[in-house]
C-alpha cells in the first residue's frame, strides 16, 4: 500500500516538474540572455502567473502555500478513506469484526477531516495575514 502511495505521489511530481520544464521558455539560450539573475527572476514570475504556482518571494508565504497544498491533500485523502470504511460498513454482511473495524475508520477519519478542515482555515489565516 505504501509503494502505490508513493508511485501515485512521484508520478503527481513528475508530472507537475514537467509542465514547469517543459515550457520552451527554458531553452539555454533565453535563460542565459537577460540583464542577469534578478531579470531571470522576474520572467520566471510572470511564466508562472496564472499557473497556480506561489511566486512569493517571502520564505513565510512560501511555506504557508505548501502547507495548503499538503493540507489539501491530506483532506482528499482522509475523505477517500471515509467513503472507503462506509462502503466497507454496508458489505460486511452482518459480521460484527468487519462492522466494528469500519466503524473505526468512520470515527477516525471523521476526526482527522475535521481537524484537517481547522488547520486549512488556520493556515488560509495565516497567509491572508501574510499577504
Known amino acids: 500500500m505504501k509503494k502505490k502511495i508513493f508511485l ?3 508520478i503527481f511530481a513528475i508530472g507537475l516538474l514537467s509542465g514547469v520544464f517543459a515550457n520552451s521558455a527554458f531553452r539555454a539560450d533565453t535563460v542565459f ?5 534578478e531579470g ?4 520566471l514570475k510572470t511564466l508562472l502567473l496564472g499557473t ?12 504557508l502555500f505548501w502547507v495548503r497544498i499538503l493540507l489539501i491533500i ?12 462506509g462502503v466497507l460498513y454496508v458489505t ?3 459480521s460484527e469484526e ?3 473495524k469500519a466503524k473505526k475508520i468512520m470515527m477516525y477519519t ?3 477531516i475535521i481537524v484537517i478542515l481547522f488547520s486549512y482555515a488556520l493556515t488560509n489565516f495565516f497567509i491572508n495575514a501574510a499577504v
Open 98 to 100: 468487519n462492522s466494528e
Open 110 to 112: 471523521g476526526i482527522g
Open 8 to 10: 501515485l505521489i512521484g
Open 74 to 85: 491530506a483532506g482528499t485523502l482522509a475523505f477517500v478513506g471515509f467513503i472507503w470504511a
Open 33 to 37: 540572455d537577460g540583464p542577469g539573475l
Open 52 to 63: 497556480g504556482i506561489d511566486t512569493s518571494t517571502s520564505l513565510i508565504g512560501a511555506i
Open 40 to 43: 531571470g527572476l522576474q520572467y
Open 92 to 94: 460486511t454482511f452482518a
